[in-house]
């Protein structure tokens, strides 16, 4: 009897161990969708419409002719180890006509068409953020006029505090290679002064877009808002969702 | 002892059924990735300046070196009328290199066309879309060239046998048709425009021996919303 009773526990307790493995769960809730994301591009004449002429840039170079104005040069010129140093202005107005104040800005691109001429190396280029404003100018790619922005003035005759342009040592991107073969290059920029350039247009004054290191060789050419194949035209490309 | 030995085979199945309670319900799924929407149309979208959708069709027989580059409209079917007696392919390609290198991967890709007729009008039409795999121009291409000078492989236009989006029945004209395009192929043509010769849109009634084609509107119509569209809907990478 004592045996039996032994036994039964025994088998009981073997029972409950093997069967307590409960059945797998009903499986989770479905996770939730993703947002809308919306997309506005800005592009010379062409993004958000033809209309569009609140894009401007220029290259300002410290060649031997520090005031001479590029405005109208249809090619952006980064040079850097050699013949001088050379920076683009640029800068994507009136945002806010386009975009609300209150989205959040899930990312922004610069997107710059071109490539390095020089065949032995690849640079880096960064975005920073300008801290005054300029004037664009009317100058050809001959530095036509020395009245607009330039490597020493960012108007008329009023002289950068730094020649080279007056910004924000950190840069606002990603560091991106540009290489000899000609192609879109895309710099992510911070969301935070994208979003200020939405709120507060009247602090809007662009970016210096330069060879990260500029002891290195490069001949970068990139086409400029004047340049003749649409898509090519420097871009700014804002992806938000809506509160 | 036989009561006892009762009682234990009755306890068994209890304590069996009591003991295997069902899990815990699983983890929430993640959140799905916020997802970016574009459509191309010419002089519309993104906006009026994108004048990069190009189209044309093809049609065998008598008129195998005419082109219909300019026309405001494309047939795909079997076109016969008077001398024409021939298959009719539409050629249709949307140039999405500016978006080049710019972290887009495609989720979903619809070309949407407007028919605006079918003939005869009691007619039903099969319409499949394959991938072009050799350069054509629009202003030049014919049944038998793809361009002025250069002779298509095989005449009626070079593309790759496997479909890369879903057969539309038609058994009606004076709407929208939307094509469902593999995101690959519309991934191809912005990473590798190059290799971006677009589409050709080919019926089953094209080997009968009749009248039998249905009709859209092109990317020269006047009328900006029955252009040809594709709408892209992607994620950032």
Excluded at chain 2, 26 to 45: I, K, R
Excluded at chain 2, 136 to 141: F, I, L, N, P
Aim: hydrophobic share 35%.
């Amino acid at each position: 009897m004592k045996k039996n009773i032994i036994l039964l526990f025994a088998i009981l307790t073997g029972m409950f161990l093997l069967s307590c493995k409960g059945e797998t769960g009903p499986a989770g809730a479905t996770g939730e969708d993703g947002k809308p994301l919306y997309v506005q591009m800005f592009q010379y004449n062409v993004y958000p419409g033809s209309t569009y002429q609140n894009a401007y840039d220029s290259l300002i170079i410290n060649d031997g002719y520090p005031t001479r104005n590029y405005g109208r040069c249809d090619i952006l010129a980064l040079v850097s180890g050699y013949i001088g140093t050379s920076r683009l202005v640029l800068k994507f107005g009136n945002l806010d006509n386009f975009i609300p104040a209150n989205v959040t800005i899930k990312d922004a691109y610069l997107v710059l068409y071109g490539g390095n001429l020089v065949t032995f190396t690849a640079s880096n280029i960064s975005a920073y953020k300008l801290t005054r404003n300029w004037t664009e100018g009317t100058g050809d790619c001959s530095g036509s006029e020395t009245t607009n922005v330039s490597w020493n003035n960012y108007s008329g005759s009023n002289l950068w505090t730094n020649p080279g342009g007056d910004f924000e040592t950190t840069p606002i991107s990603d560091a991106v290679k540009v290489n000899t073969y000609v192609s879109y290059h895309t710099l992510k920029l911070n969301t935070t002064v994208v979003k200020d350039w939405i709120q507060s247009p009247s602090t809007n004054y662009g970016i210096v877009v330069k060879v990260t290191d500029e002891t290195k060789a490069s001949f970068i050419q990139f086409a400029g808002k004047e340049f003749s194949t649409l898509s090519w035209r420097p871009k700014l490309v804002i992806y938000y969702t809506i509160p | 002892m036989k009561d006892k030995l009762s009682f234990v085979l009755l306890l068994l199945p209890l304590i069996f059924v009591l003991s295997c309670s069902q899990g815990d319900v699983g983890p929430t799924g993640p959140t799905g990735e916020d997802a970016a929407v574009l459509q191309f149309q010419s002089g519309n979208y993104p906006s009026d300046a994108y004048t990069g959708v190009t189209d044309c069709y093809l049609e065998g027989g008598w008129a195998a070196d005419t082109n219909y580059g300019t026309i405001d409209y494309f047939f795909i079917g079997r076109y016969k009328s008077g001398m024409h007696n021939g298959k009719e392919r539409a050629l249709l390609k949307f140039d999405l290199s500016e978006l080049q290198n710019q972290h887009i991967k495609i989720k979903k890709a619809d070309i949407i066309l407007y028919c605006y007729m079918l003939s005869p009008s009691s007619t039903t039409i099969t319409v499949t879309p394959y991938e072009i795999n050799k350069y054509w121009e629009e202003t030049e291409a014919t049944w038998n060239s793809s361009e002025t000078g250069t002779n298509w492989n095989t005449a009626g236009g070079d593309y790759s046998t496997t479909p890369v989006g879903n057969s539309l029945y038609i058994d009606k004209s004076g709407e929208y048709k939307i094509f469902s395009i593999n995101p690959s192929i519309v991934q191809k043509w912005i990473d590798n425009p190059q290799n971006n010769f677009g589409l050709i849109f080919i019926s089953d009634t094209e080997n009968i021996n009749e009248d039998r084609w249905a009709g859209f509107y092109s990317t020269d119509n006047s009328t900006v919303s029955y252009r040809p569209k594709l709408v892209i809907y992607y994620t950032l990478n």
